[in-house]
């Protein structure tokens, strides 16, 4: 089965400044999806962002952006310009697109982030 | 993006009753729904997947017995917690996704439960 590895069970950023989260994982498949979600206080898990594997461009959407490395099987994500409601526990996950496992998400333990003001 | 819902989004059950959580897909077909399992600070834990129309598919070291789950339409699963106890307690979350390969999943709200 895949493995999704987060090793950093807790992070904490200034409000306004940049936090890099780190994933590793580990497949011997080549058409996958990473993504990293949110999941606040309230626990509803939220999409922050989405890679395919098959793009060598790291993907963005405003504040977030992901460095994929798929040689080295890691796809970090940097929160730039942090923001309170950033706080949240972050998890990684891979999405196999093939085979039995079709669509099933392996999440990583968690990086709970902590945003200061 | 697609709307799933939860209910009950918590509840309170006696030891050795039964309890019933739906999830709903309010506006896609749902083919293929999730059950997860959350304790407190770790992470999800996918307890089965089912499929519209099929028996489902549970994890190893998950009780099917004990964890009844039904997904009879597009738009509907249920998780039922039989015999409840204690050590049952917990936050339980299902997601949906639609056909397709590349198609999304999305995420309920989660429904806590605690076993007295």
């Known amino acids: 089965a895949q493995t999704v590895t987060q090793s950093q069970p807790e992070m904490s950023v200034q409000e306004a400044e940049t936090v890099t989260l780190s994933c590793t994982y580990d497949?011997?498949?080549?058409?996958?999806?990473l993504f990293w979600y949110k999941q606040p206080p309230s626990r509803q898990m939220i999409l922050v962002i989405r890679?395919?594997?098959?793009?060598?461009q790291n993907a963005t959407e405003n504040r977030f952006s992901v460095n994929f490395q798929k040689a080295a099987k890691s796809f970090s994500l940097k929160i730039s310009d942090s923001q309170l409601g950033d706080a949240a526990m972050y998890f990684c996950?891979?999405?196999?697109?093939?085979?039995?496992?079709?669509?099933?998400?392996?999440f990583g333990r968690g990086t709970q982030l902590t945003v200061w003001p | 993006g697609a709307v799933v819902s939860q209910h009950p989004s918590r509840v309170i059950c006696k030891s050795g009753t039964s309890v019933k959580i739906e999830c709903r897909s309010l506006?896609?077909?749902?083919?293929?729904m999730f059950w997860y399992r959350q304790f407190p600070k770790q992470s999800l834990m996918l307890m089965a997947t089912?499929?519209?129309?099929?028996?489902?598919?549970?994890e190893q070291g998950v009780e099917k017995d004990k964890f009844l789950i039904n997904h009879a339409s597009l738009t509907l699963s249920t998780l039922t917690v039989t015999s409840a106890h204690p050590e049952d307690s917990s936050f339980y979350i299902c997601?949906?996704?639609?056909?397709?390969?590349?198609?999304?999943?999305?995420f309920g709200p989660g429904t806590r439960l605690t076993v007295t």
């Open positions: 890679q395919e594997a098959y793009k060598q």
């Open positions: 089912s499929n519209e129309g099929s028996k489902a598919t549970y």
């Open positions: 497949t011997s498949e080549s058409d996958y999806y």
């Open positions: 996950a891979y999405r196999s697109n093939r085979g039995s496992t079709l669509g099933r998400l392996y």
């Open positions: 997601s949906a996704r639609g056909a397709g390969s590349l198609v999304e999943q999305y």
């Open positions: 506006d896609f077909q749902a083919t293929t």
